[in-house]
C-alpha cells in the first residue's frame, strides 16, 4: 500500500528524482537519460551536408549550378547580405576555414555534389 496515494510508476520517478537532487547536492550531475539519447541521435546525423538547413542546402544547390551570389539571391527573392550569410554558415558547418590554397566555394560544391 501506498502511503502517499501514489501509483508505482510515479514512486519511482519520484524516487529518480530525489535521486538526481541529492547528485546534484554533493557536486554531481543530473541529466534525464531521454535528453541524452536525443543529443547523440541529433548530433550524430548532423554532419557534413546533414548539418545545413535546408535554406543553405538550397544556397549550395545553386552554387553547384554555378550561379553567382546575385543571380542567388534573384533566384530566392534574397538580400545579397542574406546570400553572404547563408554562405558563410555553409563553410562554417562543412568545416571550410579560410585557405589560400583552396577554394571553399569549390570545396563546398563538391561536398554537395560527393553526398
Not at 524516487?15 to 548530433?43: K, P, Y
Not at 527573392?77 to 542574406?82: D, E
Not at 585557405?99 to 563546398?108: K, N, P, Q, T
Amino acid at each position: 500500500m501506498w502511503t502517499c496515494g501514489c501509483h508505482p510508476a510515479s514512486a519511482t520517478a519520484l524516487d529518480d528524482f530525489l535521486d538526481a537532487i541529492d547528485r546534484v547536492a554533493t557536486g554531481g550531475t543530473a541529466m534525464d537519460s531521454e535528453v541524452i539519447a536525443q543529443l547523440f541521435t541529433r548530433n550524430s546525423r548532423k554532419t557534413g551536408i546533414g548539418a545545413l538547413t535546408a535554406r543553405e542546402r538550397e544556397v549550395l544547390g545553386l552554387m553547384a549550378q554555378g550561379l553567382s551570389n546575385s543571380a542567388i539571391c534573384a533566384a530566392l527573392t534574397l538580400a545579397p547580405v542574406s546570400v553572404e550569410k547563408h554562405i558563410t554558415n555553409i563553410f562554417a558547418r562543412l568545416q571550410l576555414p579560410p585557405d589560400d590554397d583552396a577554394h571553399r566555394r569549390v570545396r563546398a560544391v563538391l561536398a554537395y555534389l560527393n553526398q
